[in-house]
């Protein structure tokens, strides 16, 4: 097989503008791309390194705040735990699991997320 890295993970908000500033400015990602083609709008964040999100609207049939199961890394899990709640942001943890430390969390819409140190 050839694949060799997931490039990038799709989430899917009801309002990109909203969903930018919680993704930069509360998580600490980057944008990495932010542009417009026609009716759609590509914004694309993430860290120095690594796969990116991009912060779509929801494709035809779709909706908004579905996303679950993705695990983010952090190198400082409380810094990161008290920047998110400085934020406003609900999170649940740290809990010890048997890998080590995590703590969950959810965006505007709903899409949840475990942040693992």
């Known amino acids: 097989m050839a694949i060799n890295t997931v490039k990038t993970v799709a989430v899917f908000v009801s309002d990109q503008d909203r969903a930018r500033d919680f993704?930069?400015?509360?998580?600490?990602?980057?944008?990495?791309?932010?542009?417009?083609?026609?009716?759609?709008?590509?914004?694309?964040?993430?860290?120095?390194?690594?796969?990116?999100?991009?912060?779509?609207?929801?494709?035809?049939?779709?909706?908004?705040?579905g996303g679950r199961g993705t695990l983010l890394a952090s190198s400082d899990l409380d810094a990161d735990i008290a920047r998110l709640r400085a934020g406003g942001v609900v999170v649940d943890?740290?809990?010890?699991?048997?890998?080590?430390?995590?703590?969950?969390?959810?965006?505007?819409?709903?899409?949840?997320?475990?942040?693992?140190?």
Not at 105 to 115: H, K
Request: aromatic share 10%.
């Open 23 to 65: 993704y930069v400015d509360t998580l600490g990602l980057e944008v990495k791309t932010d542009q417009t083609f026609g009716d759609n709008r590509w914004l694309e964040v993430g860290a120095a390194e690594g796969t990116t999100l991009v912060l779509h609207k929801p494709f035809p049939g779709m909706t908004s705040g």
């Open 93 to 117: 943890g740290p809990n010890e699991m048997p890998w080590g430390k995590q703590a969950t969390f959810s965006d505007p819409d709903g899409n949840s997320y475990a942040l693992q140190g």
